[in-house]
């Protein structure tokens, strides 16, 4: 079934990605009911609110400019492309040491959670090896080079979830949730850059600092719309996270992250999995003036088969799920899912189409739709908060996330169906 429903996308390379994908996953999903016995809600708080900082920052940290890898037609440009990643890379983690040397104590009351204070050192090393995983990866893609991309998935997961272990049997004075994290972001990276080192570091007389500057200008819409965008979108992802620890708990937010991440990061590398081939065939389709709509309708209804009774199931079972694997301190983490569970579901089906708006030039109102979004958000929950209830802004923040990403879905495909067949152009 999983063959019919991805052949015309590239079944080899889907299945490359995905199978990796799966294999993290299902070791992480095996070791979660020992994670959870290892570690408290309030660890995964403090990992989840690390995340959600790093998420916000990497953005700036990269100006969105990997995105544009894929799209030249010349190695050299999109090589140029790397390095100006790099650049961009370094320079912001050095501001982020010097805002962390002056103000870290002020950031960490600020997020509620004062065991932030020490970790916030490692964030300018986190976002420099996030620079370079990204520009390795899109560089990778562009090259179609999907066994790589899948080594690298099994090798993060891999060293995220021994160190998870290893610090959480040796019961270690210090975060391992968080240090397991860092640790498995910097040998991904490294392991990327091995891979396709090779190539990227080639020294052929190609690449300076003008053709890196060319580039910059060329693909300069990427920080103007892109980065906002981006930025809007994991400040989105993030503020349950940051608006729980303010408003309720270290506890609350470890398990809404807790409950979250066990749906939505399995939910994210499928979708990131479909994205990286769907995206490398669409945009060669449309260099070359094919009529992209139908397969991308194709592909929404086939996955919408695929996925409403797997989640249909996580709404009814979700909280009974949690009390069976996990321990009753995670109960509550299942009924977060199953109040989230439609708006999960629509991402699911949303996902893979995230770069359509890029290909057809629309970045301009995907921000502004995005930058909506945040701040439909921010009201929702503030308004549990403010009332100190819960629940309510749990149902709130569902409800306005599913009613946007909706909208989204039915965007993309007009988008696609607008496009004049045999045409690169938008009507």
Avoid: C
């Avoid at 070791?31 to 959600?52: I, K, M, N, Q, W």
């Amino acid at each position: 079934m999983l063959k019919k429903l991805i052949r015309r996308e590239g079944i080899q390379n889907f299945l490359k990605l995905f199978s990796s994908s799966l294999l993290a996953q299902g070791l992480t999903f095996l070791l979660s009911p020992l994670f959870a016995r290892l570690f408290t809600p309030d660890d995964f708080g403090l990992v989840a609110l690390y995340l959600g900082i790093f998420s916000v920052l990497s953005v700036l940290g990269t100006a969105k400019y990997e995105q544009a890898i894929m799209l030249p037609r010349s190695d050299q440009a999109a090589r140029s492309l790397f390095w100006l990643v790099q650049i961009i890379s370094i320079s912001f983690a050095l501001l982020v040491l010097i805002a962390v040397l002056f103000s870290g104590s002020f950031i960490s009351t600020l997020s509620g959670n004062a065991l932030l204070g020490p970790w916030l050192w490692f964030l300018p090393l986190s976002l420099l090896f996030n620079g370079l995983f990204q520009g390795a990866t899109f560089y990778a893609n562009r090259n179609k080079q999907y066994g790589i991309m899948a080594g690298s998935t099994l090798t993060q997961y891999s060293v995220l979830n021994a160190t998870r272990l290893v610090t959480g049997l040796l019961r270690t004075h210090f975060n391992g949730l968080v240090f397991s994290q860092i640790l498995s972001q910097i040998v991904s990276a490294l392991y990327m850059l091995a891979r396709t080192g090779k190539k990227l570091l080639r020294a052929d007389g190609s690449l300076s600092l003008e053709a890196i500057k060319d580039q910059a200008h060329i693909y300069s819409g990427y920080p103007r719309f892109n980065m906002l965008l981006n930025f809007t979108n994991n400040l989105s992802g993030a503020l349950p996270i940051f608006m729980f620890t303010r408003g309720f708990s270290a506890e609350v937010a470890g398990l809404y992250a807790f409950g979250y991440t066990f749906v939505f990061r399995p939910l994210s590398l499928f979708s990131q999995s479909t994205l990286q081939v769907l995206s490398q065939k669409v945009i060669e389709d449309h260099h070359k003036g094919k009529y992209v709509y139908p397969s991308l309708k194709k592909l929404v209804t086939r996955f919408f088969w695929l996925g409403i009774g797997p989640f249909a199931l996580l709404a009814w079972l979700a909280p009974a799920l949690f009390r069976l694997v996990f321990t009753e301190d995670y109960i509550m983490a299942g009924t977060f899912l199953q109040i989230l569970s439609p708006w999960l579901f629509m991402v699911f089906l949303t996902s893979p189409l995230s770069f359509i708006p890029e290909l057809f030039f629309r970045q301009k109102k995907a921000m502004i739709i995005d930058m909506a979004y945040l701040a439909l958000r921010f009201v929702s929950l503030a308004a549990g908060i403010w009332k100190q209830n819960l629940w309510l802004s749990l149902w709130l923040f569902g409800a306005v996330s599913f009613a946007v990403v909706t909208y989204n879905l039915f965007w993309y495909l007009s988008l696609a169906r607008r496009q004049t067949s045999g045409s690169t152009q938008i009507i």
